[in-house]
């Protein structure tokens, strides 16, 4: 779980790993914002991680207990 009151600027970006309640869907992306109850993260963008592009992609809204951080980029 990522604690949503412990996030800052500097998380924006950060690699994060999505795994479902179930455990049958798990997805890598990047965090790009947050609100009080959601993260939300970019999972794909079309190959285009480098730089900032992936920023240009839409984010999923997601809840923060499916989601940990990834121990590589």
Known sequence: MIAINLLTEKDIGRWIIYKSTGGDKVERGRLKSWNKWF???????????????????????????????????
């Open 39 to 73: 993260i939300f993260a970019v999972y794909n963008a079309n190959g285009n991680w480098d730089a900032d592009h992936w920023k240009d992609y839409t984010a999923a809204a997601t809840n923060p207990e499916d989601l940990s951080w990834s121990k590589t980029p």
